[in-house]
């Protein structure tokens, strides 16, 4: 199987991609936040959204997408554009849809689990920052000449996945374990819609002037 790469390879991306998905981002953000929100369900259908946008980088870099859309730049300001608009439009709903409304009137708003996937996916593809990491993280891993490179590119791309997954879920888990005391403590769970909204319009203006190279 040559697409695998060699033992000390790919425990040098089990280490750097598990610390990778322990640090903070708008996907972990989202996560958290629904979480607080709706419930564990609802935030694991937006892991499982964030994860779909990841597959999605993965084939990009692959197979050399990624490369053409930060190389120009009217399509790379389109792309960051969308992705800051779309985040500070979470920002705005975590504030006048967040956890002081009830539950049934938030699982109405927003509570489906296509909605929720739709909002993982694309935090996670309309983040530009997302696309310069896969195109200088993964090649890192792999040999240009190396016959296979494409396919050994997909395949730490999904590796990332499982070593991921795994991390977003423990994350959820934790988050939904407090949404009990939060509940019986509004004003804290006020106060988190607003820095849940702080923390997504923070991530909008990095995202707007991420800089293609």
């Known amino acids: 199987m040559d697409f695998i790469p060699s033992l000390p390879t790919l ?5 750097a991609s598990l610390l990778l998905a322990m640090t903070p981002g708008p ?31 993965t084939c990009l870099v692959a197979f050399g997408i990624s490369a053409l859309i930060t190389a120009s730049p009217v399509a790379f300001t389109i792309l960051k554009t969308g992705g ?11 504030i006048r849809f967040g956890s002081s409304l009830s539950v049934k009137k938030v ?3 927003a509570g489906t689990p296509l909605a929720n996937i739709s909002n993982g996916f694309w935090v996670n593809l309309l ?14 891993f792999v040999t240009a000449g190396d016959p296979a490179v494409t396919h050994k590119l997909l395949f730490l791309g999904f590796f990332f996945i499982v070593i991921g997954m795994p991390v977003n879920a423990l994350v959820v888990l934790a988050a939904d374990g407090l949404s009990s005391w939060l509940q019986r403590n509004r004003g ?7 820095t849940f909204a702080g923390v997504f319009s923070i991530f909008a203006v990095k995202i707007f002037f991420t800089q293609s190279r």
């Not at 419930?39 to 779909?52: I, M, P, S, W, Y």
């Open 11 to 15: 425990l040098a991306f089990s280490a």
């Open 27 to 57: 996907d972990m953000t989202l996560s958290i936040s629904r979480a607080l929100m709706q419930g564990k369900k609802a935030a694991l259908f937006v892991v499982l959204g964030t994860t779909l946008g990841v597959v999605v980088h």
């Open 84 to 94: 800051a608009a779309y985040l500070l439009w979470l920002a705005i709903q975590a």
């Open 107 to 109: 699982d109405a708003v």
């Open 127 to 140: 983040n530009p920052k997302v696309i310069i990491f896969f195109m200088t993280f993964l090649p890192q």
């Open 188 to 194: 804290v769970m006020r106060g988190l819609d607003y």
